[in-house]
């Protein structure tokens, strides 16, 4: 397929100039590039402007609810594990209501993909901070700085145990759509963070910021793969690569103001994937899995008389 033919003919109202209208091309260039079908993609949005994405997208498309985008789509790949499900949201509905789920999604090594759009503001509900905006940090939707620090992605990422890490940024859609690929060719939870300017409500880092930096004139952002940053971690890796692997991470996690990285910040391939580790303890899951059990039969009557356990329950 064509990424043209991912397209839908839902209008599409986002403000002009989001970063959103990047990610959005990056991901179907991603699907068509790996060669999947609409039928064998689940994408799941959560709310804000980054929730309105399954609509836009000629896939399987479910908008969740405020926080909870990661738990239906580990629902959804736990009873289908040939879907390929991806779980998209803005950084205020992944790392504020929804950091607890953020963080039990990294410890599973599910294997799904979360893409969080980043541009530190709230921008559906016109500009509040989000948990992503740095401290004293002031855009023009705010009254007041912000009184709190902030969340670093990528840091908790790593803390979660999620088994790919990378951050990419939503007008460079050559390398956001490599970034895509990996992260959905990763078997494991995968992770990517994507910089996003909001051209409306977040004034301190707008497309100009992160493409320019007067002390070199050049873009803020650089490639991590250009200077030589190897994240991987290999199937048979001992402790120490693993700790030097974390500790780079770490490192490049933290570098923010005139230089940004971008890229894979670690991979760890050694790490069991959650439906290998079930199917070792339920021996027919791959075969049997809970989407391709058979619930009702012929004439819709369900296959499990219920009606002895709720009488149970009967005051």
């Known amino acids: 397929m064509k990424p043209k033919e991912f397209e839908t003919e839902i209008k599409n109202d986002w403000c002009a100039g989001c970063g959103d209208y990047g990610i959005l091309r990056a991901m179907e260039k991603a699907f068509a590039e790996l060669g999947l079908a609409p039928h064998q993609i689940a994408v799941f949005g959560g709310i804000g402007c980054s929730g309105k994405t399954p609509y836009y997208l000629e896939v399987n498309g479910i908008h969740t609810?405020?926080?909870?985008?990661?738990?239906?789509?580990?629902?959804?790949?736990?009873?289908?594990?040939?879907?390929?499900?991806?779980?998209?949201?803005?950084d205020g509905d992944g790392l504020g209501i929804g950091a607890g789920h953020f963080v039990n999604a990294?410890?599973?090594?599910?294997?799904?993909?979360?893409?969080?759009?980043n541009n530190e503001v709230y921008g559906l509900t016109k500009g509040q901070a989000a948990p992503t905006i740095r401290y004293g940090d002031k855009t023009k939707a705010m009254t007041t700085a912000s009184l709190q620090s902030?969340?670093?992605?990528?840091?908790?990422?790593?803390?979660?145990?999620?088994?790919?890490?990378?951050?990419?940024?939503?007008?460079?859609?050559?390398?956001?759509?490599?970034?895509?690929?990996?992260?959905?060719?990763?078997?494991?939870?995968?992770?990517?963070?994507?910089?996003?300017?909001?051209?409306?409500?977040?004034?301190?880092?707008?497309?100009?910021?992160?493409?320019?930096?007067?002390?070199?004139?050049?873009?803020?952002?650089?490639?991590?793969?250009?200077?030589?940053?190897?994240?991987?971690?290999?199937?048979?890796?001992d402790e120490n690569m693993h700790q030097e692997k974390f500790a780079q991470c770490v490192q490049k996690a933290q570098e923010w103001g005139d230089r940004i990285p971008v890229g894979v910040f670690y991979q760890d391939l050694s790490a069991p994937e959650f439906t290998q580790q079930i199917s070792q303890q339920i021996k027919s899951y791959r075969e049997r899995p809970p989407a391709k059990q058979v619930r009702l039969e012929q004439n819709s009557k369900p296959m499990v008389n219920m009606q002895s356990l709720l009488r149970k329950f009967t005051l």
């Open 65 to 90: 609810l405020h926080g909870r985008v990661l738990p239906f789509a580990t629902g959804a790949k736990l009873a289908n594990p040939t879907m390929t499900v991806i779980a998209v949201g803005g």
């Open 106 to 117: 990294g410890r599973r090594n599910l294997d799904l993909t979360y893409l969080l759009f």
């Open 150 to 237: 902030h969340i670093n992605p990528v840091m908790l990422a790593l803390t979660s145990g999620y088994t790919w890490i990378g951050r990419g940024y939503a007008y460079y859609l050559d390398q956001l759509t490599t970034l895509i690929i990996d992260a959905i060719r990763h078997k494991g939870s995968a992770f990517l963070e994507i910089l996003q300017p909001c051209p409306v409500y977040n004034d301190l880092h707008d497309k100009h910021w992160y493409e320019y930096t007067a002390a070199s004139g050049q873009s803020r952002l650089y490639a991590l793969s250009d200077e030589g940053y190897e994240p991987s971690i290999s199937v048979n890796a």
